[in-house]
């Protein structure tokens, strides 16, 4: 079966990334080899990063969990907190896990 996505925002080059905040998240986050960089994405002022973690599945998951997943986190200028974090598969709700 075919996985679909959301489509969240515009797709823009990484030397476009102008907050520091974002571009230290894809630094640490692509040190790990179960994480694969996807694109980087604008939505007004929000800035997203898209990336494929690969899963652990348990033996009986509870919900279709693919052995790799795609994960969006939104930065926002409004947010002095927390990122805001999504899956992207359209299969499941649209739901933020942070």
Not at 72 to 97: G, W
Request: net charge positive; with cysteine.
């Amino acid at each position: 079966m075919e996985v679909s996505f959301f489509a969240w925002g515009e797709s823009i080059d990484v030397n476009q990334i102008d907050d520091s905040s974002v571009y230290m998240c894809l630094k640490a986050a692509t040190k790990h080899n179960f994480v694969k960089f996807i694109e980087v994405r604008r939505n007004g002022d929000d800035v997203g990063l898209i990336f494929d973690l690969q899963a652990q599945i348990p033996s009986r998951p509870v919900a279709d969990i693919r052995p790799s997943e795609r994960i969006l986190i939104i930065f926002s200028p409004k947010s002095i907190s927390y990122q805001k974090l999504e899956r992207c598969v359209k299969i499941f709700p649209r739901i933020c896990l942070i």
